[in-house]
Structure formats: structure tokens, C-alpha cells
């Protein structure tokens, strides 16, 4: 297969890019920065860019005939209280969590329907399915994204092209180096300073990103897709079930105490 993947200069799509790579695929790998890999092509792009995006997926299409998967993998994480995030902040994270995504989608897409085939698969958080303390909006931007996964897989069914959200619990990569992070005002210093410690100890004991490619391996096995995915510790995994049983106030108690603040 011919397979695109966003954000491969490190973490989990450089893995991906590799382990695909490794498999036969001809893998071509989107980020701003130059990646050197002996198993995928590496095209340097800005996918907030639109028109670095289209430009990128005509130098793919100069040497593939067609593109069978995309995985919008690109993407930052944003810790802070909600009161202190500022509007360049917040647009900066939904520009590429989102807005990036939407415009690697719509580049694919014309080439996928001219084929009548096409993979694509959006990296989601576990997180998406709930407003995390101090990661509101890094939980809202990867919400919007599942939204329009959703609303995709209506418009585009047609066209045998499938669309899923694959929800990640914590993977063990350098996430952490390049999160935005507001300034944190005094009246949340002390409980952030917690919550944020105990955030990155959940990504240094988080789960291998080889494991991610292996699961997508067998997603791309599948001839059809649920909408969502969910993949991690089911300790993590748990909390999505537990959003859409419990009360409210219960969920809220336990999300509490699992993120230590009572």
C-alpha cells in the first residue's frame, strides 16, 4: 500500500513510518522537519499550510499512481488552567490538531474517490472523550477532530473511502518536550504543579508506540471500521465506558482522585 503519515520527524510516526516501511509499504512521511530513514520517503511539510499540503501530496502522486492510507498523526498537546490560556494559544493547538488534519483529509480525498478506495485514520486521545484537568483544550481540539470524523464517514462512504478516530491512552514518547504550556496564574500553582507531574510519569510509564503499530497494522487488516478505537492501559481505556455510565458527580469524584486532586 501507499501509505501517507503525518508527524514522523519523531514519537510515534517515526515508529509507525518505519514499521511500515519495514513491511513493504512505500511510506511517505509529512513534518517539518527532514527525517532520515532507509524505509520512508521523507517530504519536509507545514500541514497548516494548505498549500504546502497540496503541494506535498503532488510530489507523492508524481511517483504513486494512488494513496490508500492517510494517518493524520501530527498533532501537540496544551497544559494549563482554562482561565490562563490565551487566544494565540488556543488557536495555535486547534490550527494544527484540526484545522491541519482537515486539510491532509481534503488533499487525499480526490485521489482516494477517483480510485474508490481509501483508508484514513485520525489519532485521537482517550482524553477526547473528557474535559481533563488543566488539558481542556487539547481534550476539546482532539473532540472536534473525532466530530468530523464523524460526519466524514456519512459524505464519503460512497466512495468505499473509511474514516475512524483511534483514541491513544498515554504513549511513551517525548509528547511532554513539546506541548504548549500557558503560564499558570497562583491561585492553580499548587494543584497544577501535581497534576502536571503526575501527567508526565503517566507518559514515561505509557505504552510502547510500536504496540500503536502493530494495533493499526490490524485496523488496516479490517474491511470495515467502527467510527471509534480505543487503544492503551485499561486503566485509562476504563474511563470511557465508566463517561457514559456513571452520574455526573461520580465520574467527576473519580477523575478526582485518579489525577490526585482530593
Not at 11 to 29: C, Q, T
Amino acid at each position: 500500500m501507499t501509505i501517507i503519515i503525518t508527524g514522523t520527524s519523531s514519537g510515534i510516526g517515526f515508529v509507525l513510518a518505519e514499521y511500515f516501511g519495514k513491511k513493504g509499504h512505500k511510506v511517505y512521511g509529512l513534518s517539518r522537519k527532514h527525517t532520515e530513514s532507509q524505509y520512508f520517503k521523507s517530504i519536509p511539510t507545514d500541514i497548516t499550510d494548505n498549500a504546502a499540503v497540496q503541494n506535498s501530496i503532488t510530489e507523492v502522486l508524481r511517483t504513486e499512481t494512488r494513496i490508500d492510507v492517510l494517518v493524520n498523526n501530527a498533532g501537540m498537546g496544551m497544559v494549563g488552567a482554562v482561565e490562563d490560556s490565551t487566544k494565540e494559544d488556543i488557536l495555535k493547538l486547534f490550527n494544527l490538531n484540526l484545522v491541519g488534519s482537515v486539510q491532509m483529509m481534503s488533499a487525499v480525498m480526490p485521489t482516494m474517490r477517483e480510485h474508490k478506495f481509501g483508508k484514513i485514520i485520525n489519532v485521537s486521545s482517550i482524553g477526547s472523550e473528557m474535559g481533563l484537568p488543566f488539558r481542556g483544550f487539547y481534550s476539546a481540539s482532539k473532540s472536534a477532530l473525532d466530530k468530523v470524523t464523524e460526519a466524514m464517514r456519512y459524505e464519503v462512504y460512497p466512495w468505499n473511502i473509511d474514516v475512524c478516530s483511534l483514541h491513544l491512552g498515554d504513549i511513551k514518547t517525548n509528547i511532554a518536550e513539546n506541548r504548549v504550556m500557558t503560564q499558570v496564574s497562583q491561585p492553580y500553582k499548587s494543584v497544577f504543579d501535581k497534576v502536571y507531574a503526575l501527567m508526565n510519569s503517566h507518559v514515561g510509564d505509557g505504552t510502547e508506540p510500536f504496540e500503536v503499530a502493530e494495533y493499526i497494522e490490524q485496523l488496516l487488516a479490517k474491511n470495515k471500521w467502527k467510527a471509534h478505537y480505543y487503544f492503551g492501559k485499561f486503566g485509562q481505556k476504563i474511563g470511557v465506558p465508566l463517561k457514559w455510565i456513571l452520574p455526573q458527580g461520580t465520574y467527576e469524584n473519580l477523575m478526582k482522585k485518579y489525577n490526585k486532586l482530593s
